[in-house]
T-cell receptor, first 116, second 114 residues
């Protein structure tokens, strides 16, 4: 099956803990993204990687760090979570190889984080 | 920066009635943006519904249509006759040529009344 996979689906943790979310795509795409969807349902870009290279790094707190081992994987680590980090984190990928589909992004199911 | 404004909150439509969800955009980059409608069905991930990359063109999928109107900077989503299975959250989005991100509207929850 070709798709974007995320683990875990849901995670509950305490303030100050470290969490790590995994994302893997089997679509053969070159570019991967992390988006955050907050309590107001607004989806905003956090990071973007192309072939393991960071190309977008929006203004996010330094406790957030993306990690890419190869172009099919893009993980997200949060060093010391805060209550405002409670959100849904969406991973996506896109081809960026030219052609009509180069700008279409394909999303994973999301990881819901609840910080108590 | 770029921005997308769409019908906010919930829209309730009776089954078999017509639907329109408004979307307008502002893109600061040179050139015309690519425009998208994404949809999230209950229990599923965000998926592409339709896209249009050329001004003046219309995109369609699953009975939905949207026309890229560069004069009005709009990309409204329409359907002539909705079904219960259309209940979902719809997001209008854009990116510019070569851009490395999508800019989303806040989403519109569509509720279909039987």
């Amino acid at each position: 099956e070709t798709a974007v996979f995320q683990t875990p689906n849901y995670h509950v943790t305490q303030v100050g803990n470290e969490v790590s979310f995994n994302c893997k795509q089997t679509l053969g795409h070159d570019t991967m993204y992390w988006y955050k969807q907050d309590s107001k349902k607004l989806l905003k870009i956090m990071f973007s990687y192309n072939n393991k290279q960071l190309i977008v790094n929006e203004t996010v707190p330094r406790r957030f760090s993306p990690q890419s081992s190869d172009k099919a994987h893009l993980n997200l680590r949060i060093k010391s979570v805060e209550p405002e980090d409670s959100a849904v984190y969406l991973c996506a990928s896109s081809p960026r190889t030219g052609g009509v589909n180069q700008d279409t992004q394909y999303f994973g199911p999301g990881t819901r984080l609840l910080v108590l | 920066g770029d921005s997308v404004t769409q019908t906010e909150g919930q829209v309730t439509v009776s089954e078999s009635k017509s639907l329109i969800i408004n979307c307008t955009y502002s893109a600061t980059s040179i050139g015309y943006p690519n425009l998208f409608w994404y949809v999230r069905y209950p229990g599923e991930g965000l998926q592409l519904l339709l896209k249009v990359i050329t001004a003046g063109q219309k995109g369609s999928s699953r009975g939905f249509e949207a026309t890229y109107n560069k004069e009005a900077t709009s990309f409204h989503l329409q359907k002539a006759s909705v079904q219960e299975s259309d209940s979902a959250v719809y997001y209008c989005a854009l990116n510019t040529e070569g851009a490395d991100r999508l800019t989303f509207g806040k989403g519109t929850q569509l509720i279909i009344q039987p």
